[in-house]
């Protein structure tokens, strides 16, 4: 069936240093991705989404590309901060919206 | 805008009791989802109501119910209470369809049951 898979948190970096979050879906034809960021004690917020194959979403000096060929849409940020620290949920649609576990990410000072 | 309201923030019931939560979606929004977040099983979709009709449901029991109003406002219903039920529901409302992913969720109501 449909799911998708996120690499197992925490992921713990100091200030500055570059971010990955890997994400891979399976799923039959081409969903929509999405990036969801949940910040301590808050719903969570749409980060960033791209549609087809190839598509770059970006915001926040996040990234994440589409690639159809390894179905996949890893999140990255080049220099995280402090503020960054969260829990972020990849996510596809095709019939319903589906999440992914979830990455909690610890930034430090 | 204002956001999205989710009332009570906390709630703590016991077993065997139900519970009543309750949404008020970002205006001229239509879509609301429901979700319940936990540590074991992440976030899992209950159902999703457009225009006061329950569009899409989730794999939870029958004792999950909800509705939606006339003026899109949406409760979520949980009856004869497990202590399993005890998580983060999350609500979140889009303009359109769901699926495109653009939802904007509220800060969700915590509820424990012992």
């Known amino acids: 069936g449909n799911s998708v898979t996120q690499m197992e948190g925490p992921v713990t970096l100091s200030e500055e240093a570059f971010l990955t979050i890997n994400c891979t879906y399976t799923a039959t034809g081409y969903p929509s991705l999405f990036w969801y960021v949940q910040y301590p004690g808050e719903g969570l917020q749409l980060l960033l989404k791209a549609t087809k194959a190839d598509d770059k979403g970006s915001n926040k000096g996040f990234e994440a590309t589409y690639r159809k060929e390894t179905t996949s849409f890893h999140l990255e940020k080049g220099s995280v901060q402090v503020s960054d620290s969260a829990v972020y949920f990849c996510a596809f649609s095709w019939g319903k919206l589906q999440f992914g576990a979830g990455t909690q990410v610890v930034v430090t000072p | 805008k204002a956001g999205v309201t989710q009332t009570p923030r906390y709630l703590i019931k016991t077993r065997g009791q139900q519970v009543t939560l309750s949404c008020s979606p970002i205006s001229g929004h239509r879509s609301v989802s429901w979700y319940q977040q936990t540590p074991g099983q992440g976030l899992q979709f209950l159902f999703e109501?457009?225009?006061?009709?329950?569009?899409n449901k989730g794999n939870f029991p029958g004792r999950f119910s909800g509705r939606q109003f006339s003026n899109s406002r949406s409760e979520m219903n949980v009856s004869t209470l497990e202590l399993g039920d005890s998580a983060l529901y999350l609500c979140a409302s889009s303009y359109r369809d769901f699926r495109r992913g653009e939802q904007y969720f509220g800060p969700g109501t915590r509820l424990t049951v012992t």
């Open positions: 109501y457009f225009s006061e009709t329950q569009r």
